[in-house]
């Protein structure tokens, strides 16, 4: 008998799950409030495909950040959605920074990251002449993709399979039943062997709706405001430039887009609650941030662009979160899939994180 699933969520990571779901001959439906898929937290993205180095090695968020980027070269070809592996240079601009790089390589090398290459102040030169910087590593795999060319890819692949996405959909409540779950949304009614929670920033509003599911492991959401400033003109840039982590991100970096256009961000900003204007006055930090490894930047030509909105966990120890996904085998209740935290480079574990989720729900 054909099962059935309910996925809360027409995210890139929502999708990815329902189509690794669809793949194996399961029936989806995905729920998405919003009347399109990927306009919350994908659209509002840089669209940068994450090789795999920052993450710690122990971490599901490593693990899955590069075997999704693998699976997402190879999906992007297949499907024919654009991208470019164009490369990134991280920079290191002081003799502090020089010796964090150089763990940073050693941490990344045991992640299973693929030709990285350190290289010195003239060699940074040569990949980029505008670039002020005592050492860099380059990362050869890192790229750019059209998150939405990836939306809808994903969207055509479930409908081909018999999947449906149902938009202006919200859930208000989910019960367990002693075949799978009754989903409530508004007057109607589902009946599904699965329920995904992959709601994003509202995934643990969601996870209070669950009724089966323990509010003791509902984790404490932080939201991080991350800015984004256009550059007026031709980028002097042909690779991502990246400066070293700072504490809830990756520092203001020089992102370009697959038309050539160049922005720079994310900042990070601690908020209550999601908004998605960008504040002119952040334009004075930007450019004293960017200036530590491009000192000739003209701020006149930086431009408010967009915002997004990262779905952080809290961690009780202090440490950097890592992705919570919390399947049956965990939390001991069948057909139940919830997700916390999936925030960057959840893009880049999209189609990682789906199989993830497909075999944790399925091969039980």
């Avoid at 990262?310 to 996904?325: E, N, Q, W």
């Amino acid at each position: 008998m054909t099962r059935q699933a309910a996925i809360v969520g027409a995210g890139v990571v929502g999708l990815a799950i329902a189509a690794a779901l669809a793949r194996r001959g399961v029936e989806v439906i995905v729920l998405e409030k919003a009347d399109r898929p990927g306009s919350e937290t994908t659209a509002r993205n840089s669209g940068v495909i994450h090789a795999g180095i920052y993450g710690a090695p122990d971490h599901l968020k490593t693990r899955l950040c590069v075997e999704g980027r693998r699976k997402l070269y190879a999906y992007c070809t297949e499907r024919k959605v654009d991208h470019a592996k164009i490369g990134k240079l991280i920079v290191a601009t002081s003799e502090d920074e020089v010796a964090a790089l150089h763990a940073l390589h050693t941490r990344a090398l045991g992640n299973g990251v693929e030709g990285l290459q350190l290289i010195d102040t003239h060699q940074a030169r040569q990949f980029e002449p505008e670039l002020t910087a005592e050492a860099a590593l380059f990362s050869p795999e890192s790229g750019i993709v059209d998150a939405a060319g990836l939306v809808l890819a994903l969207q055509g692949e479930i409908e081909d399979l018999g999947g449906v996405i149902a938009f202006r959909t919200e859930v208000d409540h989910a019960e367990a039943t002693s075949q799978g779950f009754r989903v409530a949304c508004g007057d109607d009614v589902l009946e599904v062997d699965l329920l995904v929670n992959s709601a994003g920033l509202s995934a643990q509003k969601l996870a209070h709706q669950v009724a089966a599911y323990p509010e003791t492991r509902i984790p404490e959401q932080v939201l991080a405001k991350g800015n984004y400033f256009s550059w007026q003109g031709k980028s002097p840039f042909r690779h991502l430039i990246y400066p070293m982590p700072v504490r809830g991100g990756l520092g203001v970096h020089a992102t370009l887009d697959l038309g050539g256009g160049l922005r720079f961000g994310p900042d990070v900003e601690w908020i209550d609650a999601p908004n998605y204007q960008v504040d002119p006055n952040r334009r004075d930090a930007f450019a004293d941030a960017i200036r530590t490894w491009w000192p000739a930047l003209d701020a006149e030509r930086l431009s408010p662009d967009f915002a997004g909105v990262r779905p952080k966990l809290k961690p009780t120890d202090g440490s950097v979160a890592d992705f919570l996904i919390d399947l049956p085998a965990h939390h001991g209740v069948a057909g139940l899939a919830m997700l916390f935290g999936i925030e960057s480079p959840g893009l880049t574990s999209s189609l990682a994180i789906g199989d993830n989720v497909a075999r944790g729900l399925l091969d039980t």
